[in-house]
């Protein structure tokens, strides 16, 4: 069994890709220093991959600070983009879920629903940066619905399912089959096999 450390202050992440890649025969482990999830510096980008590369390289300086440069380390950025509002939530997803909650999101949307996330996954490999990424396609809810997942899961209904049900009301097996996570971490295993990790 390979371990990967996954350097994320979002739990909701960390129990995506145990599910996902645990049965694969990956251990993810939470990467802490002294106990704690160091904090990192997201730069002002609209760009999710540029904040995924910049999370990653002070990943690897912090690694590097502690000697374990040889191990490999995990980060990713994810956004959800709506069409009816160009690049918003966006790379401010985070800071929009804070302020204005799913139930904001609702309040600014009329007809148009279209909607997608976007993963951008950076694996510091103990030698080299590998960038994966993955997208789903879906439509805003027109209310908040299920209690599963976290994040804007509850007003996210993919289209690849059916009974238009959200992220919120599936179980993580069936979101990860699907979803933007799911894939960019499923690009990440291939590669990892691939390269006899
Ligand atoms: P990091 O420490 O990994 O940066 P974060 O929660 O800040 O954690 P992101 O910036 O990548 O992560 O995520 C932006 C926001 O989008 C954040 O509020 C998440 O809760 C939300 N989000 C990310 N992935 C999601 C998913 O699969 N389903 C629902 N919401 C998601």
New binding site residues.
């Given amino acids: 069994m390979g371990t990967l450390n996954f350097l994320?202050?979002?739990q909701?992440?960390i129990a995506e890709a145990e599910n996902l890649l645990g049965p694969l025969n990956w251990q993810i482990k939470s990467f802490e220093i002294e106990g704690g999830v160091p904090e990192?510096i997201?730069p002002q980008s609209d760009n999710l991959t540029t904040v995924a590369l910049a999370k990653i390289a002070q990943g690897v300086e912090l690694l590097a600070s502690q000697n374990r440069l040889n191990e490999s380390l995990l980060?990713?950025?994810?956004?959800?983009f709506i069409d009816a509002l160009p690049n918003f939530p966006g790379v401010y997803?985070?800071d929009v879920?804070k302020s204005i909650g799913c139930e904001g999101i609702l309040r600014l949307l009329d007809d148009e629903r279209t909607a997608y996330?976007l993963t951008v996954a950076a694996l510091w490999t103990g030698e080299a940066v590998e960038v994966f990424v993955g997208r789903c396609d879906g439509q805003i809810a027109r209310e908040i619905k299920g209690q599963g997942?976290?994040?804007?899961?509850p007003i996210?209904i993919p289209d690849e399912i059916d009974n238009n049900r959200t992220?919120a009301e599936m179980t993580k097996m069936e979101k990860s089959t699907i979803?933007?996570?799911g894939r960019a971490l499923r690009a990440l295993f291939d590669f990892l096999d691939e390269n006899g990790a």
Wanted: glycine share 18%.
């Fill in positions: 994320t202050g979002n909701g992440k990192i997201e980060v990713e950025d994810s956004g959800l997803s985070s879920l996330f997942g976290f994040g804007y899961d996210f992220f979803s933007h996570r």
